[in-house]
């Protein structure tokens, strides 16, 4: 099996259905550009059916990148099928992606259908699609609560009607990693080769993301996923941290995908620009914390050899540079590098332990200590600059 990993990225469908997350079509085409210059191989561009805005962004979407193989969600309803035709015809490379749940808690309280009926109505949808592209994929919505025997019998059904690619999302983020890759385990095996399996994960346990990288050791080979985790609920599983970890860990995560690491920041940030809020400051690759240092002992590490409290560096996922925030917890040492960046000179050890002094307790007072607050310090002090402070010089 090849240990090629594909990325479908939902950011504008999954993504997007998530509070305070919802785009324009211009908002829409900003985030997809960013999603084929880093190198996602699906972009999944909306739900057609759901409102006329989102088929028109579907279609702005396979307008304006023929070269991206473009996905459009559908039930596994004749209407909603019809729909995401409409909306990716004349693309060179569409995806209809049609799901229908399978769990007995769906079954009963939201469908009141059986588990036939509902495997006939798998079948038919995956059918209709293929009359219209030759790529489908079909999703068992709340596959992780399904029966495991029911549920390999509709993946194979799906599969055998013509379906590519047989996604089992755990819609509600119930799994666990070890539970994760037996299920996904026993459903490669029951498909035997008849169509690539796909992982869908969501964060509602925090574990989203490693449940989706032990499902490629059973042998699912695409993850679906989204910029900054967003998505329903507490979120999907989060491109850029499936990226980095295949990145830094192939020892242990000996698989790749196509993903350019390194625009993996700028995406992000152009993903905040679009929608109401950013990832929070401690989100692991693109928060604002991932690659500051506050520490004074971290930050003496750091400052003599990065790797000591980083497995990364920021330019490998796009980020400018690291940061050392001067705060109460901040040593001698970083305190210094800033001095001498800003300008001041190498100080003694009487004229830094003097500055020292000052700097803690002014920090005590503050969240955090910006240059100005350093300058000022330093100036009622009686220090003068003795040269061009490093950030005028950049």
């Not at 790529?135 to 993946?155: I, K």
């Not at 850029?240 to 995560?253: F, L, Q, S, T, Y």
């Not at 240059?371 to 330093?378: G, K, P, Y």
């Given at each position: 099996?090849?240990?090629?990993?594909?990325?479908?990225?939902?950011?504008?469908?999954d993504g997007e259905q998530s509070p305070?997350?919802?785009?324009?079509?211009?908002?829409?085409?900003?985030?997809?550009?960013?999603?084929?210059?880093?190198?996602?191989?699906?972009?999944?561009?909306?739900?057609?059916?759901?409102?006329?805005?989102?088929?028109?962004?579907?279609?702005?979407?396979?307008?304006?990148?023929?070269?991206?193989?473009?996905?459009?969600?559908?039930?596994?309803?004749?209407?909603?099928?019809?729909?995401?035709?409409?909306?990716l015809d004349g693309h060179p490379a569409?995806?209809?992606?049609?799901?229908?749940?399978?769990?007995?808690?769906?079954?009963?309280?939201?469908?009141?259908?059986?588990?036939?009926?509902?495997?006939?109505?798998?079948?038919?949808?995956?059918?209709?699609?293929?009359?219209?592209?030759?790529?489908?994929?079909?999703?068992?919505?709340?596959?992780?609560?399904?029966?495991?025997?029911?549920?390999?019998?509709?993946?194979?059904?799906?599969?055998?009607?013509?379906?590519?690619?047989?996604?089992?999302?755990?819609?509600?983020?119930?799994?666990?990693?070890?539970?994760?890759?037996?299920?996904?385990?026993?459903?490669?095996?029951?498909?035997?080769?008849?169509?690539?399996?796909?992982?869908?994960?969501?964060?509602?346990?925090?574990?989203?993301?490693?449940?989706?990288?032990?499902?490629?050791?059973?042998?699912?080979?695409?993850?679906?996923?989204?910029?900054?985790?967003?998505?329903?609920?507490?979120?999907?599983?989060?491109?850029?941290?499936?990226?980095?970890?295949?990145?830094?860990?192939?020892?242990?995560?000996?698989?790749?995908?196509?993903?350019?690491?390194?625009?993996?920041?700028?995406?992000?940030?152009?993903?905040?620009?679009?929608?109401?809020?950013?990832?929070?400051?401690?989100?692991?690759?693109?928060?604002?914390?991932?690659?500051?240092?506050?520490?004074?002992?971290?930050?003496?590490?750091?400052?003599?050899?990065?790797?000591?409290?980083?497995?990364?560096?920021?330019?490998?996922?796009?980020?400018?540079?690291?940061?050392?925030?001067?705060?109460?917890?901040?040593?001698?040492?970083?305190?210094?590098?800033?001095?001498?960046?800003?300008?001041?000179?190498?100080?003694?050890?009487?004229?830094i332990r003097t500055v020292y002094r000052?700097?803690?307790?002014?920090?005590?007072?503050?969240?955090?200590?910006?240059?100005?607050?350093?300058?000022?310090?330093?100036?009622?002090?009686?220090?003068?600059?003795?040269?061009?402070?490093?950030?005028?010089?950049?």
């Amino acid at each position: 099996m090849t240990d090629q990993v594909h990325i479908f990225d939902t950011t504008l469908r999954d993504g997007e259905q998530s509070p305070g997350c919802s785009m324009t079509t211009p908002e829409k085409l900003r985030v997809a550009r960013a999603l084929v210059e880093m190198g996602a191989d699906i972009i999944e561009a909306g739900f057609p059916i759901a409102s006329e805005g989102d088929f028109q962004a579907v279609r702005a979407v396979c307008r304006e990148f023929p070269s991206a193989r473009v996905a459009a969600l559908a039930r596994a309803v004749p209407i909603d099928i019809d729909r995401a035709a409409a909306s990716l015809d004349g693309h060179p490379a569409p995806r209809i992606h049609c799901f229908i749940a399978t769990s007995e808690i769906h079954l009963r309280y939201k469908f009141n259908k059986g588990q036939d009926q509902i495997l006939d109505e798998a079948v038919a949808a995956v059918e209709q699609a293929r009359r219209f592209v030759d790529d489908v994929e079909f999703s068992a919505e709340d596959a992780t609560r399904t029966d495991m025997d029911y549920l390999c019998r509709v993946c194979v059904a799906a599969a055998d009607a013509g379906a590519s690619v047989v996604n089992i999302p755990d819609t509600v983020g119930f799994m666990t990693p070890d539970d994760y890759a037996e299920r996904i385990g026993q459903v490669v095996g029951a498909l035997d080769g008849r169509a690539e399996v796909s992982v869908h994960t969501h964060d509602d346990l925090g574990l989203a993301v490693a449940n989706a990288i032990a499902s490629l050791s059973a042998g699912a080979r695409q993850i679906e996923c989204a910029l900054n985790g967003i998505g329903e609920r507490a979120g999907n599983c989060s491109l850029e941290e499936v990226v980095a970890i295949m990145m830094v860990r192939p020892d242990r995560v000996p698989f790749h995908c196509g993903i350019d690491a390194e625009k993996l920041y700028g995406a992000s940030r152009i993903l905040t620009e679009c929608i109401t809020f950013g990832p929070q400051p401690n989100k692991a690759i693109v928060g604002r914390n991932a690659f500051a240092h506050e520490a004074g002992i971290h930050q003496d590490g750091y400052l003599k050899h990065h790797t000591t409290y980083e497995i990364m560096t920021p330019q490998s996922v796009g980020v400018p540079s690291s940061q050392l925030v001067l705060g109460k917890h901040s040593g001698r040492h970083a305190l210094h590098q800033r001095v001498e960046d800003l300008g001041y000179g190498s100080l003694d050890r009487r004229e830094i332990r003097t500055v020292y002094r000052a700097f803690t307790a002014l920090a005590d007072t503050r969240k955090g200590l910006t240059d100005q607050d350093i300058v000022r310090l330093l100036e009622d002090l009686g220090f003068r600059t003795v040269g061009t402070p490093v950030a005028a010089q950049a």
